[in-house]
């Protein structure tokens, strides 16, 4: 216990995993914590709270503290049990964290597991953040202000917070990143201090870093030093993965808020917080887990350079118009492996045989995949060539090496000369063993003597209860079993240690040969990682092509000017959720001089899904992705904003009317002549004639703003279509309905003309 104390105080902030034989076990404060979220049997002894875990499945219950925010950190036992006298040695072998998960079992194979460092500035108010993920080498930052913090984190959904712990002492601070339920680790203010993140910066990239990232700016300086910081000191060479940093310059890209995105179901459906029924279920019909991470960046960020919107079209076109060859591609992806987190297991020493092979593998799939392309000589994808890697690989490894270092039977023979000799000493011995027992048999005259191992009592010989009295006289009796006795000798003891040393020279110089393989392979981590990023985008541009032809897509036309043209646009996720004809597909034409729609209709006629599908087919346009709708051609939209449903937000103090005011405020003070604005039943969150009054108004400020942007206004109060006569660039749509034996039939088009009551 003084041993885990001692331990425990370097590790205070985490729960230690502390092995003892065939379990980690958990002491005190740790256990009582722990116990119920593992639904393990809480104990105690000598007073003491203890709790434990089978060592063989630890991994399943480390995900679960880790999915509730805690820090783990491993202690093993360092030397064997039965080699030492007293107390065996033990130590801490790694840190786990939520935002520096490296194992598999931990992760999630589809989403990117970020870690997030945020730097305020001197009125506490958040301005650059960092985010990176060590399992796939992935490193971002930019700028953010208050209003923007919520869309970073909804974007990037870290698994951990770094922020100064001089911050953290700020109540305002810990309050408002509390609702975020996100884990938080504060750090010494020292990770955030400019000349140590330039430091920082410096050993990880080089003394060019701060030009050739953009690292610059202060802030951003420091948001990324102190990111690097943490990592260092948790997973310290998880570093080596980092190939660079990305500025992300939001200006490249259109701006969707974190109320677009929720109320849009980009990412997961309002109803259950789920993936099922969201955008991204939709279009995702990648084969790689690097293609689904990456197709979430895109998500995020769509496009606002036509030229690159127009390449990624003409790529999905490539793999539209040429079927066969896109299955054969389609074919390679499904058995290529997770490129990006398997070089990240390499570089950072976690890797096995297993990540070996898998590597190599996947890496000879991939040149499959690029003679394909070649031989077409029409696509620009230029994958570098990895063929030193495989041979590397390949002039190591067994072809079915062990899964572990600890099994041997990993090198090769004919990589090193003292490795072979000492095999074949190895098998030699074990000859021996075989003809000894030959041996054995003839001279104590006992037909059915064998010889046998165990890694308790090492080799012995065994003699059945019937032919005990027929052992030789130098035999020494070692153990007792059940069928007889068990004994050993001079020369088979001889002979144990000679295998056995045998042995663990060979695992030792296995290990050895394999971490210079490793290291080998780790130098061309930045060929693998780019040749991670080709696949996952062709991995895309497959699934964007086969989603076009299984569900009538078009190319849209996008364009420099105010066009919002859409031909029979359908919801991209309600067409599926309905069975096939179901959908009814409508029109939207927003001609130049057109500022409002105001569209009128009953509750249930389909106005918020004509709203929605919309914006959706807009963000689909613009990450290059085909959109389902007979035609389209789209001015490109630099922001969408959206005032959808009723919602309170009554821990902050604020009402649904208070909530519904603020977004709108937002979007008021935000968009611009580029922009594409969804206002649904703005007003309604108070009195009918307040509420007609704020929407009045709102319509007028935005026809008589300079800032002339597309506005889709769905209301039900009818008294504002009256504004398209006195108001310039308004215009009245509705959804259309009839009224047959006395019941209400919606048709779910839509018509120019405003409704004439709500029924």
């Keep these: 216990m003084q041993q885990y104390w001692d331990i425990k105080t370097r590790y205070h902030n985490m729960v230690l995993f502390f092995r003892l034989g065939d379990f980690y076990e958990m002491f005190s404060d740790d256990a009582v914590k722990v116990a119920p979220i593992l639904e393990v049997v809480l104990t105690q002894r000598n007073g003491v709270p203890m709790c434990g875990v089978p060592y063989h499945s630890a991994n399943s219950y480390i995900r679960k503290l880790i999915t509730r925010g805690f820090k783990v950190a491993i202690c093993e036992q360092l030397e064997v049990p039965g080699?030492?006298?007293?107390?065996?040695?033990?130590?801490?072998?790694?840190?786990?964290?939520?935002?520096?998960?490296?194992?598999?079992?931990?992760?999630?194979?589809?989403?990117?597991?970020?870690?997030?460092?945020?730097?305020?500035?001197?009125?506490?108010?958040?301005?650059?953040?960092?985010?990176?993920d060590i399992s796939t080498g992935d490193f971002f930052t930019s700028e953010m202000s208050l209003k923007s913090?919520?869309?970073?984190?909804?974007?990037?959904?870290?698994?951990?917070?770094?922020?100064?712990?001089?911050?953290?002492?700020?109540?305002?601070?810990?309050?408002?990143?509390?609702?975020?339920?996100?884990?938080?680790?504060?750090?010494?203010?020292?990770?955030?201090?400019?000349?140590?993140?330039?430091?920082?910066?410096?050993?990880?990239?080089?003394?060019?870093?701060?030009?050739?990232?953009?690292l610059d700016k202060r802030e951003i300086l420091c948001a990324c030093g102190a990111l690097l910081a943490y990592i260092k000191e948790v997973q310290s060479q998880s570093i080596d993965i980092f190939l660079g940093v990305k500025y992300i310059n939001n200006s490249n890209f259109m701006y969707l808020d974190a109320v677009a995105i929720k109320n849009l179901e980009l990412f997961s459906?309002?109803?259950?917080?789920?993936t099922a029924n969201s955008l991204l279920a939709v279009i995702d019909s990648t084969?790689?887990?690097?293609?689904?991470?990456?197709?979430?960046?895109?998500?995020?960020?769509?496009?606002?350079?036509?030229?690159?919107?127009?390449?990624?079209?003409?790529?999905?076109?490539?793999?539209?118009?040429?079927?066969?060859?896109?299955?054969?591609?389609?074919?390679?992806?499904?058995?290529?492996?997770?490129?990006?987190?398997?070089i990240a297991r390499i570089t950072s020493g976690s890797a096995n045989p297993r990540d070996m092979m898998a590597l190599k593998y996947s890496l000879k799939t991939v040149s499959d995949i690029s003679e394909i392309i070649k031989y077409e000589n029409l696509l620009n994808f230029n994958i570098p060539d990895n063929s030193k890697v495989i041979d590397k690989i390949s002039s190591y490894l067994l072809d079915e090496p062990s899964m572990s270092l600890r099994e041997g039977n990993v090198i090769r023979s004919g990589v090193n000369d003292e490795l072979d000799e000492l095999r074949r000493i190895s098998a030699d011995v074990k000859l021996y063993i075989s003809n000894l027992e030959i041996k054995e048999r003839s001279l104590s005259g006992i037909g059915n003597l064998k010889i046998g191992y165990t890694s308790v009592f090492g080799y012995y010989i065994e003699i059945t209860k019937s032919n005990v009295a027929l052992a030789p006289k130098h035999y020494i009796r070692k153990q007792t079993v059940a069928t007889g006795e068990r004994y050993i000798t001079e020369?088979?003891?001889?002979?144990?240690?000679?295998?056995?040393?045998?042995?663990?020279?060979?695992?030792?110089?296995?290990?050895?040969?394999?971490?210079?393989?490793?290291?080998?392979?780790?130098?061309?981590?930045?060929?693998?990682?780019?040749?991670?990023?080709?696949?996952?985008?062709?991995?895309?541009?497959?699934?964007?092509?086969?989603?076009?032809?299984?569900?009538?897509?078009?190319?849209?036309?996008?364009?420099?000017?105010?066009?919002?043209?859409?031909?029979?646009?359908?919801?991209?996720v309600l067409e599926r959720v309905l069975k096939s004809g179901e959908f009814a597909a409508n029109d939207i034409l927003f001609e130049d001089d057109l500022n409002v729609m105001i569209l009128t209709g009953p509750n249930m006629s389909g106005k918020s899904t004509y709203l929605r599908q919309i914006a959706l087919?807009?963000?689909?346009?613009?990450?290059?992705?085909?959109?389902?709708?007979?035609?389209?051609?789209?001015?490109?939209?630099?922001?969408?904003?959206?005032?959808?449903?009723?919602?309170?937000?009554?821990?902050?103090?604020?009402?649904?009317?208070?909530?519904?005011?603020?977004?709108?405020?937002?979007?008021?003070?935000?968009?611009?002549?580029?922009?594409?604005?969804?206002?649904?039943?703005?007003?309604?969150?108070?009195?009918?004639?307040?509420?007609?009054a704020i929407a009045w108004a709102i319509i007028e400020f935005f026809t008589e703003d300079r800032r002339k942007s597309k506005v889709l206004f769905a209301t039900h109060y009818f008294e504002l279509t009256g504004l398209s006569k006195t108001l310039k660039g308004v215009v009245n749509y509705s959804v259309s309905v009839e009224e047959w034996n006395n019941e209400v039939i919606f048709l779910h088009k839509i018509v120019q003309g405003s409704a004439y009551k709500s029924y």
């Design 491 to 572: 020369e088979l003891k001889v002979l144990e240690e000679k295998i056995l040393s045998a042995q663990e020279k060979i695992l030792r110089l296995e290990s050895n040969i394999f971490n210079t393989l490793r290291l080998d392979v780790s130098a061309f981590s930045s060929d693998i990682l780019k040749t991670a990023q080709i696949i996952s985008e062709i991995d895309i541009f497959c699934g964007f092509a086969s989603n076009a032809l299984e569900y009538n897509y078009s190319c849209p036309k996008i364009s420099c000017g105010r066009d919002l043209f859409i031909e029979g646009g359908r919801h991209p």
């Design 287 to 342: 084969k790689t887990p690097m293609g689904a991470r990456t197709i979430q960046q895109w998500l995020i960020r769509p496009l606002l350079d036509i030229s690159k919107i127009e390449t990624r079209q003409s790529i999905v076109k490539f793999f539209i118009d040429n079927s066969s060859i896109r299955k054969k591609i389609v074919e390679k992806l499904e058995i290529i492996s997770d490129l990006e987190r398997v």
């Design 149 to 214: 913090i919520e869309t970073e984190l909804l974007k990037y959904n870290p698994g951990e917070l770094i922020i100064s712990s001089a911050i953290v002492q700020s109540k305002l601070i810990s309050d408002f990143l509390a609702k975020f339920k996100i884990p938080i680790s504060d750090v010494n203010s020292l990770f955030f201090n400019v000349e140590n993140a330039k430091k920082m910066v410096y050993d990880v990239f080089g003394n060019d870093a701060l030009e050739k990232f953009r």
């Design 269 to 274: 459906s309002i109803s259950n917080g789920k």
């Design 83 to 132: 080699n030492v006298k007293g107390i065996v040695k033990r130590g801490v072998t790694k840190v786990i964290t939520p935002g520096t998960v490296l194992e598999d079992v931990l992760l999630e194979s589809k989403k990117n597991n970020f870690l997030m460092s945020l730097i305020f500035d001197d009125a506490l108010l958040p301005i650059a953040f960092a985010v990176a």
């Design 617 to 692: 087919i807009v963000i689909m346009a613009q990450i290059g992705s085909f959109v389902p709708a007979y035609s389209a051609k789209i001015g490109l939209i630099d922001r969408i904003f959206t005032r959808i449903g009723a919602g309170d937000n009554l821990a902050g103090g604020e009402s649904t009317f208070m909530v519904e005011m603020t977004e709108t405020a937002n979007i008021l003070n935000q968009y611009t002549e580029k922009s594409l604005i969804i206002l649904d039943e703005v007003g309604r969150g108070t009195s009918t004639y307040d509420g007609i």
